[in-house]
């Protein structure tokens, strides 16, 4: 499998991804916004660009769907709920299903719903597994729920899906947002000494260089994947007084996305 990061430096911050496979050249573009970048980065790698994977519904995602059907033919995969909003979509995906490029790559779909209610991340297996999330999982952060999403469902995605990926799983996000993401860790978990230093990496680092993180190293800075670090708690409680004194981590979480949407 062959992965290439687009970055978009829109005013948004994509990431663009295409897989390929290194047999064919065959190759799926996950969320091409700015599908000139994509189509480019493939003639550059002489890719052939024949499947459109939305990980979701929102239009800083599938805007470019259409000019990069028309340059290349490909057909458009999504979330089978997320179909009729996005409009023209070939295959509507559902849990378990799997999407082929070529004859080497499989990535199978996840049903992630938190952001909006249609949501899929693509999971690929093997030595490096590697995990494109779209909006559900951010470098250090989690994604919103404001355009159509649910807390409550975006905790479930969490802590009963991405959390048992292998720690080794290399993390693909729609976004780049890490500086802003570890400063509300440090906020948080001031003591972090991982989040600190990466977080110095961060303010000094061009965007298109961002690291490319593993689950395991989420779990050592991303707050929203250390619902029982007693200092995260007891500095929540800070902005939140009526927290128990043991709350569950169900309670963390929402307090924490509810805190993060105004931080």
Known sequence: MLIERIWTANSYRNFHYLVACGETGEALAIDPLDWRKCQAAAQARGYEITQILN???????????EALRAATGARVLAHAGAAARIGHVDVGLTR??????????????????????????????????????????????????HQGGHPELLYETFTQQLARLPDATQ???????????????????????????????AL???????????????????TFFRLQNPQVIARLRDAFPDLGEAP???????????LRNRW
């Open 55 to 65: 990980t979701h519904e929102h239009r800083d995602h599938t805007g470019g769907n």
């Open 96 to 145: 378990g299903d799997v999407v082929r490029v070529g004859r080497t790559v499989e990535l199978e779909c996840l049903d992630t719903p938190g952001h909006t209610l249609a949501h899929v991340c693509l999971y690929a297996r093997g030595d490096t597994p590697a995990l494109f999330c779209g909006d559900t999982l951010f470098n250090a952060g989690a994604g919103n729920c």
């Open 171 to 201: 993390v693909y996000p729609g976004h780049e947002y890490l500086e802003r993401n570890l400063a509300f860790t440090l906020d948080r978990e001031p003591d972090n000494a991982l989040a600190a230093a990466l977080h110095q990496e």
């Open 204 to 222: 000094q680092h061009d965007a298109a260089a961002a690291p490319i993180t593993t689950l395991g190293e989420e779990k050592r800075f991303n």
């Open 248 to 258: 569950t981590p169900r309670e963390v979480f929402l307090k924490l996305r509810e």
